[in-house]
């Protein structure tokens, strides 16, 4: 058991070095160019922005650095104190060991070891975007926003926890079953999540009739996507950026502009982000993201599977053998992101070749003309303050999309 402690605290001190040194490198990539605006860019950034985006880069970048440090310390004093199998004794005490019980208790712990992150959360809405004009969320907004995602959390998360607790006392094989409902889940929520979840927090109104709207739908039927509407988000309620996306499948599926989008683009630039998201559709995107999701979702749940049967696995961490399913899940999320992180960039570049081909979708429904599409990521990149100067290894890592210069290139070339 020490060993393997030891080889837990080794993946976690090389994780955080990793990220450390990862945002180091971005760091000195983004300060060798902050002199003057890289040629590349001169066309349509001037210096005072491009000077502001470094700035904006490199303040998250500090606060980043620091997150990450904090969150090591955390998740260290979590796992190694004999906190964790503290707080679950007592909470089980109080609440129950039952289904029930171990259900609202992970909930609880969950929600307990959230609580350090949020001076953090609070400081980058309030402080950093604030100080680079994004933030337009108020205090009372924010606290609204977080108690509405508790409740929510609690609806959802609470019954699934306890419906897989439930399962564990049916079956040795109760992994399997596990996997097969949360994939239901998982369908059931692409669908719900943007029809009655998202409105809780942001208000969506079909795209007002208008030159616009006719140009969109007339796109959206030469495209072959036949959309009964377009939806407009109040994203200005919260933040200054910009931005579309695309969520849901078959007749369920949605294609959202951020308002302050429609407010920064011309109608052909707007045009052009439809069919970039109209092109994550027609080039089966989605449905080829969540069997990833899937595969994903069967590994971890065959990885609990067989934790759940290893005793020395909670007793490592101070639990008793005996305990039941709740420990194993407690523990599972916490170390899952010490070997996701290391797949990261497998998935990030799958991610990037969607949008390369949805921009390519984009510029032929465009009738082969680039430069709506050129000109809408620079308008996205200009306004949202993009870091243009990322290390190619740092964009590896955390870069679900080619940066802007990569785009340009695959889209002229």
Known sequence: MNSFLLLIMALLVLKTL?????DLLNRRSVLDKAGEVPEAYRDFIDAPTYEKSVSYTLAKNKLGIIETLFDAAILAVVLFSGLLPWLWNNTTGILGSGIWGQALSLFSVFLILGIPGLPFEWYRQFRLEERFGFNKSTMGLWIVDKL?????????????????????????YWWLWGFAAFVVLQLVMVVLYPMFILPLFNKF???PEGSLRQRLMDLGDRTGFKAKTILVMDGSKRSGHSNAYFTGFGRFRRIVLYDTLIEQMEETQLASVLAHEIGHYKLGHIPKLLLLSVISLFFSFLALGWLQGSGWFIEAFGFASTEAIGPVILLFALLAGLVTFWISPLTNALSRKHEYEADEFAKRALDDDPNPILQALRILSEKNLSNLT???VYSA?????????????SLLG
């Open 18 to 22: 990793a990220e450390v040194w990862l």
């Open 148 to 172: 509405k995602g508790f409740a929510i959390g609690a609806a959802l998360g609470i019954p699934a926890l306890a419906f897989l607790i439930f399962l564990v006392g049916l079956s040795q």
């Open 205 to 207: 109104e079909d795209l």
């Open 390 to 392: 990322p290390h190619p």
């Open 397 to 409: 890592f955390y870069y679900s999309h080619p940066t802007l210069l990569e785009r340009e290139k």
